[in-house]
């Protein structure tokens, strides 16, 4: 983290701006914690960045966990906006009626190393088939502004698929 800036969340506003059910815990990673061994977790806790809050909701989407757990990636290894094309992916399939599934991602776009950050991916977009386009193109800090999320997160019904909390490598 840069030494100039020190992030300090109000948890409060953060559940309220997200609408973080109250059965979901949040606390703060602490800076002297290895992120990629998940130091210092509990059990059934698991690390996002702020700024992914933006494209999820808790409990997860069974689509979004099964991402996760399909790709052997902890979600703080995952750019926010890879998680926005599969909020996107959720709503189109309401508001249209259609049935887009990880195949249907996976037909359209690849998971990237982001470049010159190790261990960090990206939904990249395969052949200008994009489902989504317009999303923001720097996310500054999303490593930075980390909480430590336990209790209630996860899809109920794939509590037997774990998401890694420690820094795994893509696989599909």
Same mark, same amino acid.
């Given at each position: 983290?840069?030494?100039?800036?020190?992030?300090?969340?109000?948890?409060?506003?953060?559940?309220?701006? #997200?609408?973080?059910?109250?059965?979901?815990?949040?606390?703060?990673?602490?800076?002297?914690?290895?992120?990629?061994?998940?130091?210092?977790?509990?059990?059934?806790?698991?690390?996002?960045?702020?700024?992914?809050?933006?494209?999820?909701? #808790?409990?997860?989407?069974?689509?979004?966990?099964?991402? #996760?757990?399909?790709?052997?990636?902890?979600?703080?290894?995952?750019?926010?906006?890879?998680?926005?094309?599969?909020?996107?992916?959720?709503?189109?399939?309401?508001?249209?009626?259609?049935?887009?599934?990880?195949?249907?991602? #996976?037909?359209?776009?690849?998971?990237?190393?982001?470049?010159?950050?190790?261990?960090?991916?990206?939904?990249?977009?395969?052949?200008?088939?994009?489902?989504?386009?317009?999303?923001?193109?720097?996310?500054?800090?999303?490593?930075?502004?980390?909480?430590?999320?336990?209790?209630?997160?996860?899809?109920?019904?794939?509590?037997?698929?774990?998401?890694?909390?420690?820094?795994?490598?893509?696989?599909?």
């Amino acid at each position: 983290m840069r030494g100039d800036y020190k992030w300090t969340p109000k948890l409060n506003l953060i559940r309220a701006e #997200f609408n973080i059910p109250s059965d979901v815990t949040l606390r703060v990673w602490p800076d002297d914690h290895d992120i990629k061994s998940g130091e210092g977790l509990k059990e059934g806790e698991i690390i996002f960045s702020c700024k992914h809050f933006s494209a999820i909701r #808790f409990p997860l989407h069974p689509l979004i966990h099964n991402f #996760f757990y399909r790709l052997n990636l902890t979600p703080v290894q995952v750019h926010p906006n890879s998680l926005r094309i599969l909020s996107s992916a959720l709503v189109l399939n309401i508001i249209k009626g259609w049935d887009l599934n990880l195949s249907d991602i #996976f037909n359209c776009y690849k998971v990237s190393a982001i470049k010159d950050e190790h261990g960090f991916f990206h939904l990249a977009s395969l052949h200008k088939r994009a489902i989504v386009c317009g999303n923001p193109t720097s996310e500054k800090r999303w490593k930075e502004q980390l909480l430590i999320v336990g209790g209630n997160w996860s899809a109920p019904e794939l509590h037997l698929q774990p998401i890694r909390t420690t820094f795994g490598r893509p696989g599909n």
